[in-house]
T-cell receptor, first 112, second 110 residues
Framework: DTEVTQTPKHLVMGMTNKKSLKCEQHMGHRAMYWYKQKAKKPPELMFVYSYEKLSINESVPSRFSPECPNSSLLNLHLHALQPEDSALYLC???????????FGPGTRLLVL | QKEVEQNSGPLSVPEGAIASLNCTYSDRGSQSFFWYRQYSGKSPELIMFIYSNGDKEDGRFTAQLNKASQYVSLLIRDSQPSDSATYLCAAYSGNTPLVFGKGTRLSVIA
């Protein structure tokens, strides 16, 4: 089983809203990732968690705040986003950091 | 700067033909390589990974790695219209994030 789940599938939010994206995996993977993907571009790494600790923050603006409550769950808290933040947000997990990554279905975010 | 290069396409092949997707990488220290398939509006799906020089086959897919030439390819035999998608090549180099190519759009014509 290589399933990573993400909720919600779609999200529309205003620039003053606060929302959260959720990612879950039950494969026993110890590394989890957030990516942002714009149309016709490859995924762009945002954050990496390894053993529930933030390992990498790719200079992401503070309006994006990740959280890893446990080894199976990864959240991305959103606040005061801009329209240019509209994108497909992908979660991925791997057995260990820098091993084969499996992607979730993504959350399509639209910021109005 | 670690880079993975792919021809953006579109690569058009007739149904039943072999589709050949190519990828080159700049970092000679790259150790593992991945091919992901991404349908429009969907997330990337892992197709193949390869670590060693040579060929690796899985059903209709064959990944080929040539470290001396810094070249990775994906062959899709008996291409089907359902194979039409963007194929992302990605590489790991030591303890650094996965580097993606920009993807090759494949169109299989029925």
């Amino acid at each position: 089983d290589t399933e990573v789940t993400q909720t919600p599938k779609h999200l529309v939010m205003g620039m003053t809203n606060k929302k959260s994206l959720k990612c879950e995996q039950h494969m026993g993977h110890r590394a989890m990732y957030w990516y942002k993907q714009k149309a016709k571009k490859p995924p762009e790494l945002m954050f990496v968690y390894s053993y529930e600790k933030l390992s990498i923050n790719e200079s992401v603006p503070s309006r994006f705040s990740p959280e890893c409550p446990n080894s199976s769950l990864l959240n991305l808290h959103l606040h005061a986003l801009q329209p240019e933040d509209s994108a497909l947000y992908l979660c991925a997990s791997s057995q260990g950091q820098w091993q084969t990554q499996y992607f979730g279905p993504g959350t399509r975010l639209l910021v109005l | 700067q670690k880079e993975v290069e792919q021809n953006s396409g579109p690569l058009s092949v007739p149904e039943g033909a072999i589709a050949s997707l190519n990828c080159t990488y700049s970092d000679r220290g790259s150790q593992s390589f991945f091919w992901y398939r991404q349908y429009s509006g969907k997330s990337p799906e892992l197709i193949m990974f390869i670590y060693s020089n040579g060929d690796k086959e899985d059903g209709r897919f064959t990944a080929q790695l040539n470290k001396a030439s810094q070249y990775v390819s994906l062959l899709i035999r008996d291409s089907q219209p359902s194979d039409s998608a963007t194929y992302l090549c990605a590489a790991y180099s030591g303890n650094t994030p996965l580097v993606f190519g920009k993807g090759t759009r494949l169109s299989v014509i029925a």
